[in-house]
Every structure is written in structure tokens, then in C-alpha cells.
């Protein structure tokens, strides 16, 4: 999974710190590697990626959704300048 955030870039380092509290969540949830990317030629555009074993696996991340989750999601999306950030699912490509 790919999540494109753009923040004004004034707000970089506590949304950095929101994010990393919320990639706990992701990798409690059963992500097994999470990442994030700045993009050095646009202010403020990140790129976070996270991997689940399967498809059905990133469908039971939505399940296990707790309270305190909510909260450190709206923490991280308040940052957000328009709208929501873009998600992007892609799924492993199997050469049969």
C-alpha cells in the first residue's frame, strides 16, 4: 500500500513524529515493513508504503481498528492540506 500525504511543509517535523507513532499501529496490525519518502523536489510531499502478507490480511488491518487508532489517525490526517491522502493498493504480480 502506498499513502501520498501533502502537508504544508511548515508542519514537517510534528507530522513526522505523528507518522512514526502511527507506523506502530500499522505494524501491529500486521504490516511487516513500512517506509517513508520525502519528495526533495515538492515541500511537503511524503510518500508512506507499507506490506501485508496478502490482500486479505490488509482487509483485517480495516477490522482491527481500535479507539486509540482512530485518535492517531486523526493526528496524522489533521496535517493533511486537501482532502484525503491518496491510497493506492497493488497486489504482488505472479508470473504463471
Known amino acids: ?3 501520498e ?12 513524529e ?11 496490525d500486521g504490516a511487516y515493513d513500512w517506509a517513508l519518502f ?3 523536489a515538492q515541500d511537503g510531499r511524503f510518500i508512506e ?13 480495516h477490522e482491527r481498528v481500535t479507539n486509540a487508532d482512530r485518535v492517531l489517525q486523526t493526528q496524522v490526517q489533521r496535517f493533511q492540506l486537501e482532502g484525503e491522502p491518496k491510497v493506492t493498493h497493488m497486489i504482488a504480480a505472479e508470473n504463471n
Do not use: G
Open 1 to 3: 500500500m502506498t499513502v
Open 5 to 16: 500525504w501533502n502537508i504544508d511543509s511548515k508542519c514537517r517535523l510534528p507530522f513526522l
Open 18 to 28: 505523528a507518522l512514526w507513532s502511527y507506523a506502530r499501529e500499522r505494524r501491529r
Open 38 to 40: 520525502e519528495d526533495p
Open 49 to 61: 508504503t507499507f506490506l501485508t502478507d496478502s490482500w486479505l490480511e490488509h482487509l483485517r488491518q
